[in-house]
């Protein structure tokens, strides 16, 4: 990806500037806000590019940053990312404003303008989306809702994607950048070149970086990896086999640690989060974890977040997390995801122990049920709806068919009548509750004579 090494930035400068000329280049109050999406598939340099436009506009021009980022385990979980942004006003805003769960987007949208108009007061807002194709879809309804209503001296937008969240974002997000769309290609060959003499510096012949550059294809993260898993050795001998994968390389690299390393970094593998030092430590087994992760960090496998609280730890991207993954052996990935059930909490906890288990476990279906239930409660229907829906797969579910009716009725009372996991509805056997939901579904899409049919039944 796009890094600074020694000062160098390497790969998008025609990309940052611009990012940088399209949110400075509107700055007047009868303008609407200045909005920029960056689209760009998984290990192309999204977020790197983000931090490099940033540091290019803060340096020109105040900004207060609220900043968030999707995560694929929350897009079900109503406002994650709106709470996110909060947070991040905290240092900027006398008081952050609270919102329930059960908030209506339009509702948490007016909160947004109202902090707008607090921090804006003595510097221009910048929103930064991170990963938008894992974001939920209320924080990003609230933010359209905003932002829409902001003028361009007020506040700037900038939101990093894969191509298929593009058609996730809402329509007036979508207007807001009009021709302001920034699309990530591969690296060339000159940007792999101008990447391997910062890594590895000048003496690396030419035909080295070609070399590079074939393997890769430009890739910009297995590009990076590689290089920083090879010597400059190994890149001048042509006859040494290079990694032809993430998966492979990420294993590679796995089986150079040390016995305590791979332990750990495979306990991370299985948490997939930021995860406090003790956490992974004691998933591991390992009683003293530093030597392990100073061995992961030097190894640019881990990033290390030292803060008053403790030390956390996570691998550094997540295209390697899912690799490492990948390579875990089934008994071994199950033993993990057993113990992180007893180290997490939450639906966290309840999603270790689905890939866990083996069998039947009527206690597991249990306590899925009574965290919908929960959700349900907070108003958090999509993540209610995920619940229901994994409980129903599980072996030995009883009742199966009430849990996907009462998931599909908490898809459709979300507004979600587009989930493929409605088809299933038609091969369910007849009951008020499938009438129901079936009708509202047609009524929401418009087809009113079934809808009546549908709800007349039900």
Known sequence: ????????????????????????????????????????????????????????????????????????????????????LMRSARPVAARTPRFARDAEPIELGAQLLRLADEVGRAQRLLFVID????????????LAFATRRLKA?????????????????????????????????????????????????????????????????????????????????????????LPSSLDQLAVDRLVRCSARARRLLEALAVLAAPSPVGVAAGLAGIQDPMPAVTELGDAGLVDVERSPSGTTLIIRHRLIQEALYAALPPDDRIALHAGAAGVTAGTAALGHRVAATTGEDPGLIDA??????????????????????????????????ELILRAADHLVSAGK????????????????????????????EGSFDEARGLLQQA
Not at 131 to 142: M, T, V, Y
């Open 417 to 444: 009548i587009a989930d493929a996991r409605l088809n299933v509805l038609a091969a369910l056997p007849d009951s008020a509750l499938r009438s129901s939901v079936l009708g509202r579904a047609k009524m929401a």
């Open 368 to 401: 899925l049920t009574a965290q919908a239930e929960a959700d349900e409660r907070r108003g958090a229907r999509r993540a209610a709806a995920e619940l229901l829906f994994t409980a129903a797969d599980l072996p030995g579910a009883p009742h199966r068919h």
């Open 153 to 241: 001296d007020q506040a700037a937008l900038l939101i990093a994607t894969r191509p298929a969240g593009v058609r996730r974002l809402p329509q007036a997000l979508m207007r807001l950048s009009e021709d302001r769309l920034v699309t990530l290609a591969p690296f060339t060959e000159h940007d792999v070149g101008e990447l391997v003499r910062a890594v590895h510096g000048a003496e690396v012949e030419p035909q080295a970086a070609q070399r590079v550059f074939r393997h890769t294809r430009g890739h910009p993260l297995l590009t990076r990896v590689l290089l920083d898993a090879l010597t400059a050795s190994d890149l001048r001998d042509d006859e040494s086999p």
């Open 1 to 84: 990806m796009p890094f600074v090494s020694s000062g160098v930035f390497v790969g998008r400068e025609a990309e940052v500037a611009r990012v940088t000329d399209a949110l400075h280049g509107a700055l007047t109050p009868d303008l609407p806000t200045s909005a920029c999406i960056v689209v760009g598939e998984g290990g192309f340099g999204k977020s790197a590019l983000l931090d490099a436009t940033i540091s290019r506009l803060t340096a020109a021009l105040p900004h207060a940053v609220l900043w968030a980022a999707g995560d694929p385990a929350e897009t079900n979980l109503d406002y994650g990312v709106a709470d996110q």
């Open 131 to 142: 990963d938008a194709h894992a974001a939920d879809e209320p924080s990003l309804q609230a």
